[in-house]
């Protein structure tokens, strides 16, 4: 059993910088979380509090249920990647993995109940270092020293290192920043097998939300030390919390307008670039459920979920490109609305046709719109998604008043409330 659990803690870093501002977080057996958030959010802090590398201020860290405040690293049962894995250049593949192996001393308690330490038996050493190799796939690997392999051969060196150590918690902080945009997408994928093979809880911290998304069985998104939201890559993708959430999760990130809602008798409408657009099917039916009042709010929608539409349409708004970027299978169109807003678009390319696509140049007006079930609605004065409560996998965002004078979010009254 490894669950992990953080109660209240917090870490001050001299006399007055907060790093990590009460973070509560219970993690199951097993679950892969993710903590992910932008420079400076606190999370390898998170991490090494877990690890027993930097003290924790004032909190409890519970492994396993047994809380692990004064334990020292080596007696937490955890293993850690690090982003600049360095690797030991004079020692092959092999004894670089055995290195931590060759030091450990394990508890054999006699017939009479004498406990002893001993070493690790060289059988057991081969063991466990070319079964983490061959699951890693770098068994014909074992002699050469690191210097002799690849970027990606040599973070696969540096995961089995800390995999042989055969440890309850896996933790590991950007391990995959050093490699290539390709080889990190190969090994993303090979965490994912990986994951399925070693008995671990893990936590793994990242700033690219794409790794977040792909990996995480939960994601933690932090920001300036605080949680922002915890939920699953669904949960976080269709319902974020706040607008943070909201433009962090998801590239290019998510379209905000200063908008306004209108109930009325037959239902809602939020009135965006001086065009009224219904906000039908589950969104008004939400909206009506919880009685949301007509009020001025920042309307968000996800680039993907904006589509072309002809001028017909009463909910059509009136765009011009301003550029054009070919993405493949794709373009986003970077646009300017009626009253000036700047939006983004993505538009699969695969259904038009290549004039269709030619056309689609900048100075070219076009008309586009969205459906009621892809908006998302959060308060001007908060930044919280009308839509969520604090509820399970949700926790209310608190940003402190210095923190929200740092803010540059592009909605000008935006602001969390203490
Ligand atoms: N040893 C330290 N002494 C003082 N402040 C520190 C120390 N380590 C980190 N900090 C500060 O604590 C805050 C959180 O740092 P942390 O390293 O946890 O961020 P991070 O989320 O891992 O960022 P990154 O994505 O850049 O690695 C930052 O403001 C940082 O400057
Ligand atoms: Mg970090």
Redesign the pocket.
């Known amino acids: 059993m490894a669950t992990v659990k953080l109660t209240n803690v917090k870490?001050i870093?001299?006399k007055n910088?907060v790093?990590?501002h009460d973070f509560n977080l219970e993690i199951a057996d097993k679950e892969f979380i993710v903590f992910v958030?932008?420079?400076?959010?606190?999370?390898?802090?998170?991490l090494?509090m877990i690890a027993g590398l930097e003290e924790i201020t004032e909190g409890t860290i519970e492994i396993g249920g047994k809380v692990v405040n004064d334990l020292q690293p080596k007696d937490r049962d955890i293993a850690m990647v690090f982003q600049n894995y360095a690797l030991y250049p004079h020692l092959t593949v092999f004894e670089n993995m055995a290195f931590a192996l060759r030091l450990k001393r394990v508890p054999v308690t006699d017939e009479k109940g004498n406990t002893r330490y001993v070493k690790l038996t060289q059988d057991e050493i081969y063991k466990r270092v070319t079964e983490a190799a061959d699951i890693l796939g770098i068994s014909e690997y074992l002699l050469r020293r690191p210097r002799e392999l690849s970027g990606g051969q040599r973070q696969r060196v540096a995961i089995g290192r800390a995999m042989v150590r055969d440890s309850q918690v896996f933790l590991m902080?950007?391990p995959l920043s050093n490699l290539d945009a390709k080889l990190r997408n190969q090994m993303r994928a090979e965490l994912i097998l990986l994951r399925e093979k070693i008995d671990s809880t893990f936590i793994y911290?990242t700033?690219d939300q794409t790794e977040a998304m792909t990996l995480g069985d939960r994601i933690v998104i932090?920001k300036d030390?605080f949680i922002q939201q915890v939920g699953t890559p669904t949960e976080v993708f269709e319902m974020p919390g706040n607008l943070f959430v909201a433009e962090f999760i998801g590239a290019p990130k998510m379209n905000t307008f200063n908008a306004r809602l209108i109930k009325d008798d037959g239902g809602y409408t939020v009135e965006v670039c001086g065009v009224k657009m219904p906000v039908d099917g589950e969104k008004g039916e939400e909206l009506a459920k919880r009685q949301i009042p007509s009020s001025a709010i920042v309307l968000g929608v996800r680039p993907e979920h904006i589509t072309l539409t002809g001028r017909a349409n009463p909910a059509a708004l009136p765009c011009v490109i301003r550029v054009t970027e070919m993405m493949g299978s794709e373009l986003h169109l970077h646009v300017t609305a009626p009253q000036g807003e700047q939006l983004i678009v993505r538009i699969p390319t695969v259904s038009l046709t290549s004039a269709q696509v030619a056309a689609l140049t900048a100075g070219a007006k076009i008309f586009v719109t969205f459906r009621g079930k892809v908006m998302h609605f959060f308060s001007q004065d908060t930044g919280i998604n009308l839509l969520t409560d604090a509820q399970a996998g949700q926790q209310v965002p608190q940003i402190t008043q210095n923190q929200q004078e740092k803010d540059e979010m592009p909605v000008k009254n935006w602001h969390l409330k203490n």
Do not use: L
């Open positions: 870490k870093y001299g910088t790093a990590v958030g932008p420079s400076g959010c606190g999370k390898s802090t998170t090494r902080d950007e911290v700033h932090m030390g």
